[in-house]
């Protein structure tokens, strides 16, 4: 296995503290808001991932990858008050790779309906469901087609892990979301029906996305919490096709080992962040190339 060791760039701005895995929309009494994030992309789990520049040089070669999308989320919508919570939006995304022998160039633009539903009474038990449609344009391959994906997302206080530490311990703490999802693709026309054949393919799929982090706390209360992990696993099924698309599962994986150089991880301000990358497999529900490498990374975002 030939791994690529590259400086990655990261670039993310957040026009809102709040993540997409946050759930206090249920909150009395609170106002209309719209968030706006810059994200990796508009559909799946890249759509809580922070967007990414990546410059790579092998063997001579020089390339750049940019994965990024502007989103905006939480357009009230009427829903049933402490139970279900539901919203709109909409976004806009660029996926593209210079690499000379593996070019790619796809544009995306779509919109999305979205609900938080409270499995418990003390809302601590919550699906996040989202449903995204959008046009795909593929300038490498000149095709056209559209994408709908169905995601829904498990996030409860029991699957989170809280070591309680005192004042002079250290430990670990734990975030597991398992999500399952549906997604389909369909490319309506193509200059190159090699590489991008008219048809479609559309299946299920299911993911795992895991954080950790090392946490201290000072004698005097203060939190250290610079250093965590970040995992991905997905698996999807191509279990309808069409065109010239043949049956096929698909795994991707990816694991990041992350150290803040300062400021808070939530919140306000830049969070410069250094950071190693392995990613294997193909990411099928992001219309992503089969990859495997190891990535040193510097990656910055910005909480507004």
Avoid at 58 to 69: K, M
Avoid at 211 to 217: A, G, K, P, Y
């Amino acid at each position: 296995m030939n791994r690529r060791i590259a400086l990655m760039v990261r670039a993310c701005a957040t026009l809102c503290a709040a993540t997409l895995l946050q759930s206090n929309a249920f909150a009395a009494g609170q106002d209309d808001h719209y968030n706006v994030h810059v994200v990796r992309g508009i559909e799946g789990p890249n759509s809580a991932k922070p967007a990414q520049v990546l410059f790579d040089r092998e063997d001579g070669t020089s390339s750049t990858v940019l994965n990024a999308a502007v989103t905006m989320a939480d357009g009230p919508l009427p829903g049933i008050g402490g139970v279900m919570d539901n919203s709109w939006g909409f976004g806009a995304g660029v996926s593209k790779n210079t690499l000379a022998d593996n070019k790619s160039e796809l544009y995306q633009v779509g919109a999305n309906l979205n609900t938080v539903l409270a499995l418990t009474a003390d809302k601590t038990t919550n699906v996040i469901g989202s449903l995204t449609a959008a046009y795909e344009n593929d300038r490498v391959a000149r095709a056209r087609g559209s994408s709908v994906v169905l995601d829904a997302l498990l996030v409860s206080k029991q699957l989170i892990y809280d070591p309680n530490l005192n004042p002079g311990e250290s430990g670990l703490d734990g975030r597991f979301y398992p999500s399952v999802g549906w997604y389909q693709r369909r490319v309506t026309s193509t200059d190159d029906a090699t590489t991008t054949p008219v048809g479609h393919h559309a299946g299920p799929y299911v993911g795992l996305h895991a954080t950790s982090r090392f946490l201290s706390v000072g004698k005097d209360a203060s939190l250290f919490d610079r250093i965590s992990v970040d995992l991905l696993f997905v698996v999807a099924r191509d279990s309808s096709v069409g065109g010239g698309y043949r049956r096929a599962t698909y795994r991707y994986g990816e694991a990041s080992l992350d150290w803040l150089l300062y400021g808070a991880a939530t919140g306000k301000g830049w969070k410069p962040t250094i950071s190693v990358t392995k990613s294997r497999g193909t990411n099928r529900v992001a219309d992503e190339p089969h990859v495997d490498k190891l990535t040193v990374a510097f990656k910055l975002s910005l909480g507004i």
